[in-house]
T-cell receptor, first 106, second 114 residues
Framework: LAKTTQPISMDSYEGQEVNITCSHNNIATNDYITWYQQFPSQGPRFIIQGYKTKVTNEVASLFIPADRKSSTLSLPRVSLSDTAVYYCLVSNDMRFGAGTRLTVKP | NAGVTQTPKFQVLKTGQSMTLQCAQDMNHNSMYWYRQDPGMGLRLIYYSASEGTTDKGEVPNGYNVSRLNKREFSLRLESAAPSQTSVYFC?????????????FGPGTRLTVL
């Protein structure tokens, strides 16, 4: 099973762009990369998913290089409400890991 | 649609007591999952049911049993609760048991075992 590695925590300020990188060196050819967001006392919720290059939705962008051994979640102009834990998962790997705890400061 | 619902929201047990956590989804999903999340940690998969009538172990199944009662409901049972099972339990569902399908999570059950 593919395993992911993310930074444990990150700090940012309101209005900044935040990039969270996830390493998945053993990703398989048919694996997708999915990111979830979890607020305190809530279950995780889906943010974005991609296979290669770039995916963008109303919440975030996901950048995946050609070798697909890593991916970067980009959150544009973060606000205090983006303070949460962000998880990177690879297809069929149900292990959420510890995620990245993002703290947005005023 | 209520999505994924879990009961109870909170529970306190004494060591050795038993209880069942209930989960239901109204999205006509085929696959359902039980996770636990310890303070400051990520989620760990306890059991899952890829389809009605099947169940499989996840990372941390010891001390738990599950029942896929029907397509909508997936319960988690603690036969003899231990303090190490103090955690927040999340149920999730997906349309299919494939990695590209989004998992939808319930609000969680906060369990304390004294």
């Amino acid at each position: 099973l593919a395993k992911t590695t993310q930074p444990i925590s990150m700090d940012s300020y309101e209005g900044q762009e935040v990039n969270i990188t996830c390493s998945h060196n053993n990703i398989a050819t048919n694996d997708y990369i999915t990111w979830y967001q979890q607020f305190p006392s809530q279950g995780p919720r889906f943010i974005i998913q991609g296979y290669k290059t770039k995916v963008t939705n109303e919440v975030a962008s996901l950048f995946i290089p050609a070798d697909r051994k890593s991916s970067t979640l980009s959150l544009p102009r973060v606000s205090l409400s983006d303070t949460a834990v962000y998880y990177c998962l690879v297809s069929n790997d149900m292990r959420f890991g510890a995620g990245t705890r993002l703290t947005v400061k005023p | 649609n209520a999505g994924v619902t879990q009961t109870p929201k909170f529970q306190v047990l004494k060591t050795g007591q038993s209880m069942t956590l209930q989960c239901a989804q109204d999205m006509n999903h085929n696959s359902m999952y039980w996770y636990r999340q310890d303070p400051g940690m990520g989620l760990r998969l306890i059991y899952y049911s890829a389809s009605e009538g099947t169940t499989d172990k996840g990372e941390v199944p010891n001390g738990y049993n599950v029942s896929r009662l029907n397509k909508r409901e997936f319960s988690l049972r603690l036969e003899s609760a231990a303090p190490s099972q103090t955690s927040v339990y999340f149920c999730a569902s997906t349309l299919r048991h494939v990695g590209t399908d989004t998992q939808y999570f319930g609000p969680g059950t906060r369990l304390t075992v004294l």
